[in-house]
């Protein structure tokens, strides 16, 4: 069977950087938002889906869905792509699977790949995962049949299912510590999200011109931000070893670490208020922000491909920032805003 292929466990972050190439009010999706949110009726196209409660009950070709609680009761042509308190598929999903939730049961068949990560997972009696699946969470449950390779990285893991393929399993952290790194990791998030909150209000102008550089040829942005964090990584070491070059070094070094904290509340809010967008919702500054912020903060935890998300990220706001020191000098330098 073939590995777990990387487009596959990238594909939150890959979707993210796509929703940022398309015009806001452009849209190739049907798109539900609400309290709750109910699809009664076939829908031949791909959907997305925000809500407390997400709940399919027709055929549809794919979803894109992030609520308190998503459940499938109807099975999907396509790929499923979602984050929630709670994810429940009860049927089949024809694509892959990847699924981010506090507890995660999946009880229908997965056509290829499978990528998990929450709290509580279950491969339930009687569901097939098609190719390889990997799950990272507190405990997980698999008695399902994985027709490919099986990695799980968990506190606890009780198997019994059938794997065609390889079996690996890796004991993570004791309880207590992975509860202070969770409560470590969670105080920083909120630290950041406020740091941001307050670069929004006393700089709101400048902020902003950094936002719409993101969304102009991201693409663009991302390989420049990516080439420019590199390139200065290995200037500020030359200089650094030079000894006499270290202070600028140290300068150096303290200003694009800035640039990289600040780099993702752009991405945020460009994300942010893409999704508001295509949802047609009227969202402020702050709003748009904290939605894009939160959203990008759990798939930065996703196993592995949180990794590379965040590379992205970074890699997308930093290219951003470079082209607004160099096209909007004087909105930088002048007056506070």
């Known amino acids: 069977m073939n590995d777990l292929r990387i487009p596959g466990?990238?594909?939150?972050?890959?979707?993210?950087?796509?929703?940022?190439?398309?015009?806001?009010?452009v849209s190739a999706l049907a798109s539900y938002s609400g309290g709750h949110v109910s699809i009664d009726t076939p829908v031949a196209d791909d959907v997305f889906a925000a809500g407390g409660q997400i709940t399919v009950n027709a055929p549809i070709d794919s979803l894109i869905a992030a609520g308190g609680t998503v459940t499938l009761n109807a099975p999907v042509k396509g790929d499923v792509i979602v984050a929630g308190g709670r994810v429940i598929t009860n049927n089949a999903i024809g694509g892959k699977l990847v699924a981010v939730g506090g507890t995660v049961d999946v009880n229908g068949d997965v056509g290829t790949n499978a990528l998990i990560t929450g709290g509580?997972?279950?491969?339930?009696p009687g569901s097939t995962i098609g190719r390889d699946a990997m799950i990272?969470?507190?405990?997980?449950?698999?008695?399902?049949?994985?027709?490919?390779?099986?990695?799980?990285?968990s506190r606890s893991f009780a198997n019994t299912g059938t794997i065609e393929g390889k079996n690996t399993y890796i004991q993570t952290e004791s309880h207590s510590l992975f509860k202070i790194f969770t409560v470590l990791g969670l105080l920083f998030s909120v630290g950041w999200?406020?740091?941001?909150?307050?670069?929004?209000?006393?700089?709101?102008?400048?902020?902003?011109?950094?936002?719409?550089?993101?969304?102009?040829?991201?693409?663009?942005?991302?390989?420049?931000?990516?080439?420019?964090?590199?390139?200065?990584c290995i200037g500020l070491f030359i200089l650094a070893i030079t000894i006499v070059g270290l202070p600028v070094a140290l300068i150096g070094g303290l200003l694009v670490g800035i640039g990289v904290?600040?780099?993702?509340?752009?991405?945020?809010s460009a994300f942010g208020?893409?999704?508001?967008?295509?949802?047609?919702?009227?969202?402020?500054d702050w709003q748009a922000f904290v939605a894009g912020f939160i959203i990008l903060n759990i798939l930065f935890r996703v196993p592995v491909a949180g990794f590379f998300i965040l590379i992205l990220a970074i890699s997308l706001g930093y290219g951003a920032l470079l082209y607004t020191v160099h096209n909007h000098w004087k909105v930088i330098t002048g007056a506070a805003g």
Do not use: C, Q
Request: glycine residues 10%; without cysteine.
């Open 136 to 153: 990272s969470a507190g405990t997980v449950t698999s008695a399902g049949h994985v027709m490919g390779n099986l990695s799980v990285h």
């Open 193 to 232: 999200l406020i740091l941001g909150l307050i670069l929004l209000k006393i700089a709101p102008l400048r902020y902003r011109v950094v936002e719409d550089e993101v969304r102009k040829s991201p693409v663009v942005k991302l390989v420049v931000g990516f080439v420019g964090l590199v390139g200065a």
């Open 120 to 124: 509580t997972v279950k491969i339930n």
């Open 261 to 268: 904290i600040i780099s993702v509340f752009f991405v945020s």
């Open 273 to 284: 208020r893409t999704l508001f967008g295509w949802l047609k919702i009227r969202a402020n």
């Open 9 to 25: 466990t990238l594909s939150l972050g890959i979707l993210v950087m796509l929703l940022l190439t398309l015009p806001m009010g």
